[in-house]
Each structure stands twice: as C-alpha cells, then as structure tokens.
C-alpha cells in the first residue's frame, strides 16, 4: 500500500487500527549518507528493524552487508537478497542448529563470539570455515542503553579468545558495543583503544575491527552531535592505534531505521484531558517508554481539516485493559482533538516497529508506504511530547 501523504492515506483507508507509515526515502538517505561517510563495511542491524520495507529501502541505499541475530534473520536476508547480501551472525550466543542451518544453507562465514564455549561450538559445527570475531565488554559511557552488561568478555579474556582463535586457523577480529544511542563520541575512540589493548595483549594483527552500533538519533531533547562526529572520532582512532590493515566495520540500527517509520493511531476516547489511542506500550510505543524517548508527534483529522484551538496537555492511554499501557508525561495536542482524530507519532522507525505483542488482541500489522518527508513542515509549530518530572 502506497499513499502521497498521511491525508492521503487519512482519506483512502479512514483507518481504525494503527497504521505503520513507512518512509523509503527516509531510509535510502540515511543508507546513503552513512554508507558513503564510513570507510567500511556497514551492517544493518536487522534486529532494530525487520520490515521487508524497510530492508529494502536500506538496500536500496547501499547497504550489503546485515548482523544477524538468529536463523530467521538470516533466512530474512538471504531470501530477499541471495548472495548479493551478507550476513554476519554476530549475536554471541547461538544454537547449533541455527550455526549449522546458517553455514550450510545459507553459507554464512562470520560469528561473534564473548567466551571458549562459543568458539567451542562454532568449531564442532562448521569446522575451519570461519571468521571469528571475539566480542569486547565496554565500559558504560552516556549511552541510553548500556549493552556489556549482557554481553563482551574482559580484555584479558579477550585477549585469549583472540589468541585461541588464530592458534585454530581462524581470521580473527574483535567487536563491540559501546551502548545504544550514544551522547559521547569519545566513548568509540576508547573502546578503539581498548581493541587496541587486546590486539597487542593477544600479540597478533585483527583481520577486522567492528566498531559496533550505537550511533544516536536526534530524538526531541536529546542534542546528540551530528554522525559525522561519530565517523572522524572512529577514524582518528583507527589511524591512532594503528587499525589501518584490518577490515573497519559498524553495525548500526537506530541512526539508519529511526526516521523511516511513524506510527498513525486513532483516538477512540476522549476523557477530558485524556485520550485513549489504538496504539501503545504494548504495540509500537514500548520503546519510548523503556528508553524515556520524546519525539514528534502531530494530529490529523479527516480530509486534512485543521484540529481547533490552540496546544494542551493530554495524557495518552493504550488500548489495552492494562493501567501499565499508557505513555509517560504529558502530550501536547490541539485542544480541539476528539474520538476519531488521528495522532501521528514520529521517529518509531527503531525498535518500536520491531518489539510490538498482540497482547489482548491488538496488533499493528498495517503497513503503508508514505512520500512525505518524516519530518513535516518545520515552520508548524512543533508538538512535542514534555518530559516528566
Ligand atoms: C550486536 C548488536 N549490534 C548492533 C546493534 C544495533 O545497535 P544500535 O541500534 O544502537 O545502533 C545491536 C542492538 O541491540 C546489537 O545488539
């Protein structure tokens, strides 16, 4: 399904359940603007955002190469895309089934692996053929979601890992993490510097430096520096440690899907100054709660009318009979909204689209492909969520 603009689709579908508003040239930019900045190899996260959609447009935009996490995602990738894409499976820990399935269907060559058991595995499952890339724990930074928590061994292990790996044959390289949504560039330049520690620790070359996800998104509030800080700040440290001869990799999901995506929800009740919508932390908003998030968000009404009145403060209730579904803070919306207006909710393209339940029976399985821009006009006065207390 195809429309020029949320009116549009507004109009065609008078849609009762919440509508995913896909925007492909969002995503193609945003493929196109890293892929062509960073000297390396970019890996869509495909966990961040799996809707065929979306996929696409990335690929449209130049991107080739996808970290896996599970089997399904690479049969994801290599359905829609053969052997004109690559898969990495770099979640650390696999089934062998899903090794073995992945090696020998869909012949996938790169594992992450953060202990000896991991490399244990991969070695009885697909033998020698293999590019093993020993995951590092950071050390939390400003990041909004801190991921060493779960998952990277310490340099000292690493090391050994790294050593290990090349005593069996293997190509080796080292990954990680520094947190999703990163607030500080410095925290790649160190976590370079700790790859760095663990290269000449395991006194051996990497074949590959994976400098991971991360790259942040400009939600409302969060003054995040711009990507371009984030690649000269991996580059000086690639040049700073010496990283020049192994192969540079990134793995983001956030910066490249979050704009490619806004979720249209219907206002079913109007309680006084609280709106109950069809959608909410148990469909596509959960993100927003678990992270804090603010982003945009505007009202329509049918046939593109403007909604009266001026700004107010509205509580946003989800549809289900849970008291736990309902968006933090205050929402500000035009005073005149009622039941059967629309909220247009921004900047969802990341996570949200990918995490949604079908608790109690609602689901958000209607995609619509949108021309708009996901930013809309910036001279209307923005609307925005505020923050709580
Ligand atoms: C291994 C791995 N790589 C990359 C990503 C993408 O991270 P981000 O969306 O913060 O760029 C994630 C996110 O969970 C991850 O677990």
Not at 147 to 153: D, H, N, Q
Not at 161 to 185: I, T, W
Request: charged content about 25%; overall charge negative; proline content about 6%.
């Amino acid at each position: 399904m195809k429309h020029k603009n949320i009116t549009a689709m507004v109009a065609d579908l008078n849609p009762d359940r919440p509508v995913v508003c896909l925007r492909p040239a969002e995503l193609v930019a945003a493929a196109q603007e890293l892929t062509s900045m960073f000297p390396g190899d970019v890996l869509y996260a495909v966990k961040c955002n799996p809707l065929p959609g979306v996929l696409r447009a990335l690929y449209r935009g130049g991107v080739r190469h996808f970290d896996t996490a599970s089997l399904n995602e690479v049969e994801l990738i290599r359905g829609m895309f053969g052997a004109k894409s690559t898969p990495y499976f770099n979640h650390p820990i696999k089934a062998r089934s899903a090794i073995k399935k992945a090696h020998e269907e869909h012949g996938v060559r790169h594992y992450v692996v953060d202990t000896e058991a991991e490399l244990d595995k991969i070695e009885q499952v697909v033998g020698s053929d293999a590019i093993i890339s020993v995951r590092l724990a950071t050390a939390p930074g400003i990041a909004l979601q801190h991921m060493s928590s779960k998952f990277g061994a310490t340099p000292t292990e690493g090391a050994r890992l790294v050593r290990l790996a090349k005593n069996r044959g293997y190509e080796v390289g080292v990954a990680f993490h520094v947190g999703s949504q990163c607030k500080d560039p410095d925290d790649y330049y160190r976590a370079v510097k700790l790859a760095a520690q663990v290269r000449d620790a395991a006194g051996t070359e990497l074949d590959i430096l994976n400098v991971g996800g991360g790259f942040p998104a400009p939600y409302i509030g969060d003054d995040v520096p711009p990507l371009q800080d984030y690649v000269g700040t991996v580059v000086k440290a690639v040049e700073d440690f010496d990283f020049q001869n192994s192969v540079l990799q990134c793995e983001p999901g956030r910066a490249l899907a979050v704009d490619g995506c806004s979720i249209l929800t219907q206002v079913h009740l109007r309680k006084d100054r609280t709106l109950y919508i069809n959608d909410g932390i148990f469909g596509t908003l959960g993100e927003l709660v678990y992270l804090k998030l603010r982003v945009k968000l505007r009202a329509h009404r049918k046939g593109g009318q403007p909604i009266p009145g001026p700004m107010g403060d509205f509580t946003l209730y989800g549809p289900t009979c849970d008291p736990v579904d309902v968006m933090p803070g205050v929402w500000q919306l035009p005073e005149g909204i009622q039941e059967g207006d629309w909220v247009e909710i921004g900047q969802i393209g990341a996570y949200s689209a990918a995490i949604t339940t079908t608790f109690n029976g609602f689901s958000t399985d209607i995609v619509s492909e949108v021309d708009e821009p996901a930013y809309w006009n910036e001279t209307e006065e923005p609307v925005r969520i505020r923050a709580t207390a």
